[in-house]
């Protein structure tokens, strides 16, 4: 046979001849006659420093154009790098993070956005934490490099642009977009659309709307995520895909995780087309999960209409539920968030916006932060170096008392590092008080860590749950869940007490970041199962199923 052999997949398309010129749009330091940046000047690439200036500062409530061109053309790729919210010798009072950043694209000078999400979100990286992202459609390395694969065409013009809509700036953002410019696309070329949703919370037994758009096109991807305000599983509710207004969704899934790729519930796991990149504890009250789902080889084709959807159904504490029993089936009223991911010819119609504010709501009624008790800490808040140790299995140096410590990777807080003296020798009281009678969780956030010791936890004298080992290769966070309780307003003590240590742990140490009472759904309080129940003598924990 003459000429090119039949080729396909994305190895296979790469032997095919290739049309239009490769175009990139960049950070890359460019100056103009005044020595300022002019984004029509050519690169500079001497051999001064400032040729390396390949980066922005963009101030709160600022916008940053990263490209604008005409077309036609495809964007093929875009990397987007920056500083985390964290403090840094570069931000010494942090920068913007990823959920506060507005990702918008516009196609062809519309006034609306053809993608329209929160940066993190986009990217997979849920929460306004950094999250690694291995796959294909989407590579976020080490949480902090936000690649994209998507392929976006566009006929007359591309402009994409990163909305500041932090109280703190976004510190050296770097960023390459790349893109082919084409003499002409097809007329039916479809576009790239991307639109960012929530609920905080959900209405009680409405499905959550993920797209909801006439027109044709293709749905190819998920980004999901929820923060649960139930204890147990949240996830029994399964997709459901309206094609073309029939009456009954032709795709009807089987349950959340399944639609994910994964089964019997969720865990974290990165793979070429679906993945769990953040995945914190099972069944707790606030926990949090985000997954993705990308519809490469198996997207949703719709020739007049689309509508994507989950069922928000699963499994739900005794005291949530109208008869008193926990069961599978139960309307949840937890937070939901999302980014469809489709491609249709013409204009969507789905009317949905991202918010402004896009930061999950407190769930806490009370927090107390260890730090700020009166231990004799060698530092406080005021102190700009709070000491912040690697670990590589061992301790830098000997901690012969208290003292407050930083890890914002895991904390949201300044923690306090008790070093520990031995068995049945440490204990540490946290006091904590209680004003409305009314359904709370109790829980402690705590470390885990190289030289950290077992313990046991009491309040006013009540065990509550069994030894916890806090011993951990590396410094890492856990809640630890004791208590679902209508405690009478007052003060109350809770005790840490050392009963031990792992035989691979160095030391008997503690590291507390709070005691916190977590708020429980108003239909706890409503149907009012357990208020007249002793705690005291009968402590209940609804543990996860």
């Excluded at 290739?18 to 300022?36: I, K, V």
């Excluded at 840490?496 to 759904?521: A, F, P, Q, T, W």
């Amino acid at each position: 046979m003459d000429g090119y052999p039949l080729v396909t997949g994305p190895m296979g398309s790469l032997a095919a001849p290739q049309q239009g010129r490769s175009m990139r749009a960049t950070s890359t330091f460019r100056e103009g006659p005044d020595g300022l940046y002019d984004p029509t000047a050519p690169p500079k690439s001497d051999l001064e420093e400032k040729s390396n200036r390949d980066n922005f500062r963009v101030p709160a409530g600022q916008t940053h154009v990263l490209m604008d061109v005409e077309g036609p053309g495809v964007i093929t790729h875009m990397w987007i790098t920056f500083l985390g919210p964290e403090a840094h010798p570069w931000a010494k009072d942090g920068s913007a993070n990823h959920q506060e950043m507005l990702l918008r694209i516009y196609w062809d000078g519309s006034d609306r956005p053809g993608v329209e999400a929160p940066v993190g979100d986009f990217f997979g990286g849920c929460f306004g934490k950094r999250s690694e992202v291995i796959s294909t459609a989407v590579i976020t390395e080490g949480g902090d490099s936000y690649n994209c694969f998507w392929h976006m065409p566009f006929q007359k013009s591309a402009r994409v642009e990163i909305v500041n809509q932090s109280e703190k700036p976004i510190s050296l953002l770097y960023y390459n977009i790349d893109w082919i410019k084409r003499d002409s696309l097809p007329a039916d070329t479809p576009y790239f659309y991307a639109q960012y949703t929530q609920a905080y919370p959900l209405e009680t037994g409405k499905p959550y709307t993920l797209l909801e758009t006439t027109g044709k096109g293709h749905y190819v991807g998920t980004v999901f995520s929820v923060r649960t305000r139930s204890p147990y599983w949240f996830g029994e509710g399964d997709e459901m895909v309206t094609i073309d207004g029939e009456a009954i969704p032709s795709v009807w899934g089987t349950g959340t995780e399944d639609y994910f790729l994964c089964a019997w519930g969720l865990e974290r796991v990165l793979t070429p087309y679906f993945g769990v990149p953040y995945f914190d504890q099972w069944g707790i009250v606030g926990g949090h999960t985000s997954a993705y789902r990308w519809h490469v080889n198996d997207p949703f084709v719709f020739q007049e209409s689309i509508k994507v959807q989950f069922e928000t159904f699963g499994w739900i504490a005794p005291d949530e539920n109208p008869e008193y029993r926990a069961m599978s089936w139960n309307p949840r009223e937890d937070d939901y968030a999302s980014v469809a991911f489709w491609y249709q010819t013409g204009t969507p119609t789905f009317a949905a916006r991202a918010p402004y504010d896009r930061k999950l709501p407190s769930i806490e009624r009370s927090v107390v932060l260890a730090y700020e008790l009166d231990y004799g800490q060698k530092n406080t808040l005021d102190t700009d170096e709070l000491p912040r140790l690697e670990y590589d299995g061992r301790r830098e140096r000997k901690i012969t008392e208290k003292e407050v410590q930083r890890y914002p990777e895991h904390f949201d807080f300044p923690v306090l590092y008790v070093p520990g003296n031995g068995l049945g020798a440490d204990a540490l009281e946290v006091p904590f008080t209680v004003s409305e009678k009314e359904p709370l969780r109790l829980l402690i956030n705590m470390g885990q860590g190289p030289d950290l010791g077992i313990y046991e936890v009491s309040v006013d004298g009540v065990k509550l749950g069994g030894p916890m080992d806090f011993y951990a290769p590396k410094v890492e966070s856990r809640e630890y869940h004791f208590l679902d309780f209508w405690p009478d307003p007052g003060t109350y003590v809770l005790r840490l007490d050392c009963v031990g240590k792992n035989h691979l742990s160095s030391g008997y140490g503690l590291i507390i970041e709070s005691v916190r009472l977590r708020e429980r759904r108003p239909r706890v309080k409503e149907m009012a199962h357990d208020r007249d129940k002793d705690w005291r003598t009968t402590p209940i924990y609804y543990e996860g199923t």
